[in-house]
Structures are given as structure tokens and as C-alpha cells.
């Protein structure tokens, strides 16, 4: 079974940083974009970042500058490095991906189960 496991996610002071990361384990055959979303509470899950195989980046436009989207696409490992963090970057924390295992070569969207990620003032 494909499973994205997210790690990384804590409680940090606003101006810190964290980084999340999350690895793609099971029998995959590929994976296209993968990425961050997040969800605040009572809020709509929104895009962060994404990147491509061939390294492809896009941010929200809050966290650009703050933010930065790395993946391994040997591995299947996608993080995300945050900094200057903010309180409004106080949200549940997913990663996504876009991928294929096997025996399918069918591409579906894929996330993990979420990580927690708070900025205190």
C-alpha cells in the first residue's frame, strides 16, 4: 500500500523555522508534483507550495520569500523548509502527491495524514 508519511511538524516562535518532510513509501512506479497544503481551523485547505520532477516551484504568494520547496526524486521525498514563521502559518500541514504505483500505471492524488504546525507570538 502507497502511503505518504509526513514528519517535522512542532511548535516553534514566530521568526523561527521548521522544516517538514515526507517520503512516499510502498511500490511506487512514478510521481509527478508533489506538495504542501495546509489547513487552519476554520479555514479552507490551501496551497503552499509545489514542485515538479524537474524542479518546477510554485508558492503562495504568503509565503514567498519565507518559504522554500525542495524534493529527492530518487528517494521520493518532498520537504518543505519554512522560515521567518509567522502565527498565521498556524495550520495542519499536508503533503500531496501526484503518482502512480504499481501494478497500475494510473496517476492519482495522494495525502498524508497531516502534521501540526504552531507559531506562537
Known amino acids: 500500500q502507497v502511503q505518504l508519511v509526513e514528519s517535522g511538524g512542532g511548535l516553534v516562535q514566530a521568526g523561527g523555522s521548521l522544516r517538514l518532510s515526507c517520503a512516499a513509501s510502498g511500490r511506487i512506479f512514478s510521481v509527478r508534483t508533489m506538495g504542501w497544503y495546509r489547513q487552519a481551523p476554520g479555514k479552507q485547505r490551501e496551497l503552499v507550495a509545489t514542485?515538479?520532477?524537474?524542479?518546477?516551484?510554485n508558492y503562495a504568494d504568503s509565503v514567498k520569500g519565507r518559504f522554500t520547496i525542495f524534493r529527492d526524486n530518487v528517494i521520493n521525498t518532498v520537504s518543505l523548509q519554512m522560515n521567518s514563521l509567522k502565527p498565521e502559518d498556524t495550520a495542519i500541514y499536508y503533503c500531496?502527491?501526484?503518482?502512480?504505483?504499481?501494478?497500475?500505471?494510473?496517476?492519482?492524488?495522494?495525502w498524508g495524514q497531516g502534521t501540526q504546525v504552531t507559531v506562537s507570538s
Open positions: 514542485i515538479t520532477t524537474g524542479g518546477t516551484t
Open positions: 500531496n502527491a501526484d503518482l502512480a504505483s504499481y501494478p497500475s500505471t494510473y496517476f492519482s492524488e495522494l
